[in-house]
């Protein structure tokens, strides 16, 4: 079993891979902030490479055994807004019937699948030292997939699917290898019905709609995991399965606003989700961890985060 933590870019520190080194933590994940400010900050990443001090804790983290990924929301990066004027056909059909480039875009648009798998090669070429996993996400949007013709039988996780699996495709050219994450979350909880995905894709199941949403609407919305898991894991293989929980997510419990609160972990709940997670077989299990970083540090000390390392250790012990 696999494990990781999820940081913002600027909460990277000797830090953190010290204390992943020490507690078998496999994996930094860096995470540039999501919601509205996604397509920005994955601006700033790319920028901070350029950055000796940043690189140099990357190149740290490697020769201590922590290996390094990036997760982040990228269609509206690598399907530039700016087209909309020269080719709105690229761009989602919303309730309305209009074009609208405000997010996502159409996947049935053959131009638009192209230009979105070239920038994502280029992309997956600039993270620096990655493992082979990439995970370029769509949008952070709940409800904004396309309506046109011919996407309009196709659920949110259909226009994932075939969005995953074209960058795929051409990532896996000049490394095949590489592996790409489709996100099970928001409305793409449930797996795809008509698009299978090709060989390397693996399921990330991200439940943030159980810490905010109350348990009616869960229901309702459909984000019943006793059923969604296994739909999921019929769909997808067990290669690579992997949990993205909210148990470390300090930036969650702050209310996504500085400064950071004191965070307790919530052990019992941790090691009883890890136990569930385990026994339906995930391989890889993950958790949001921002808001714990130097600036943390400063105000509150070093962070608790041993009741997720010590659940996953357990297992990997057996
Ligand atoms: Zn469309």
Redesign the pocket.
């Known amino acids: 079993m696999e494990s990781q933590v999820l940081v913002h870019p600027d909460e990277l520190s000797e830090d953190w891979i010290k204390q992943a080194k020490e507690n078998r933590i496999d994996v930094i994940g860096i995470h540039p902030v999501g919601g509205y400010r996604a397509c920005m900050s994955l601006k700033d990443l790319l920028e901070k490479f350029n950055d000796h001090k940043f690189t140099a804790l990357i190149d740290y983290a490697l020769t201590n055994n922590v290996k390094i990924e990036y997760e982040m929301h990228a269609a509206t990066y690598l399907m530039p807004r700016e087209l909309f004027d020269a080719h709105p056909e690229y761009f ?2 919303d309730e309305t019937g209009k074009r609208n480039n405000d997010k996502n875009f ?4 053959a131009e638009a699948l192209s230009i979105v798998s070239k920038s994502a090669v280029e992309l997956a070429s600039k993270l620096y030292k990655s493992t082979d996993r990439y995970y370029f996400w769509m949008d952070d949007v709940k409800n904004k997939r ?3 013709d ?2 309009k039988e196709l659920s949110m996780s259909d226009q994932q699917m075939i969005y995953v699996n074209a960058i795929l495709k051409q990532i896996q050219k000049s490394n095949p290898n590489a592996k790409m994450a489709y996100l099970a979350y928001f409305d793409c909880i449930e797996p795809p019905k008509k698009i299978k995905p090709i060989n390397g894709v693996f399921f990330e199941y991200a439940p943030m709609e159980k810490y905010t949403l109350n348990l009616e609407d869960q229901l309702r919305t459909g984000v019943d995991e006793t059923l969604n898991i296994p739909k999921l894991f019929s769909m997808f293989s067990k290669r690579n399965s992997k949990v993205l929980e909210y148990w470390l997510d300090n930036s969650m419990y702050s209310g996504w606003k500085k400064p950071e609160k004191k965070f307790v972990p919530d052990e019992v709940m941790i090691r009883e989700d890890i136990d569930k997670y385990h026994k339906l077989g995930f391989e890889y299990i993950s958790s949001f961890a921002s808001y714990l970083g130097p600036e943390y540090m400063r105000l509150h000390g070093k962070p608790d985060i041993s009741p997720f390392y010590n659940s996953i250790n357990s297992y990997k012990e057996k």
């Open positions: 989602r059909i159409c996947v049935s648009n396309c309506l046109c011919n996407c």
